[in-house]
């Protein structure tokens, strides 16, 4: 059985900070979580930031300079610190592999009043 679980979010005010975590409760052999995805209102789930097979760490533009990905392999970790939120990032975010094949969880809830 594969289960994702994010945790974290919350309501901030604009150019606040909280840091998403992710547990990953997996039946080896599979992908682990090294990704984190975002879906805001009415639009696609996106990708906002992953960890690279060798380490180094991918970020859309709409994030890059405020949020940083960071993973724990050996726990099935990954954990998304975001600092400078605008408006705009309110969205549920969700964990999983990249591509997203893992069952997705049921995402976490960030809102940003400005």
């Known amino acids: 059985q594969v289960q994702l679980v994010e945790s974290g979010g919350g309501s901030v005010q604009a150019g606040g900070s909280l840091e998403l975590s992710c547990v990953g409760y997996l039946d080896a052999p599979t992908p682990y979580p090294e990704a984190w995805y975002r879906q805001a209102a009415g639009k696609e789930r996106i990708l906002v930031a992953r960890?690279?097979?060798?380490?180094?760490?991918w970020y859309a533009d709409s994030v890059k300079g405020r949020f940083t990905i960071s993973r724990d392999s050996a726990k099935n970790t990954v954990s998304l610190q975001m600092s400078g939120l605008k408006s705009e990032d309110t969205a549920v975010y969700y964990c999983?592999?990249?591509?997203?094949?893992?069952?997705w969880g049921q995402g976490t809830q960030v809102t940003v009043s400005s």
């Open positions: 999983n592999s990249y591509p997203g094949i893992l069952p």
């Open positions: 960890v690279r097979s060798a380490g180094t760490k």
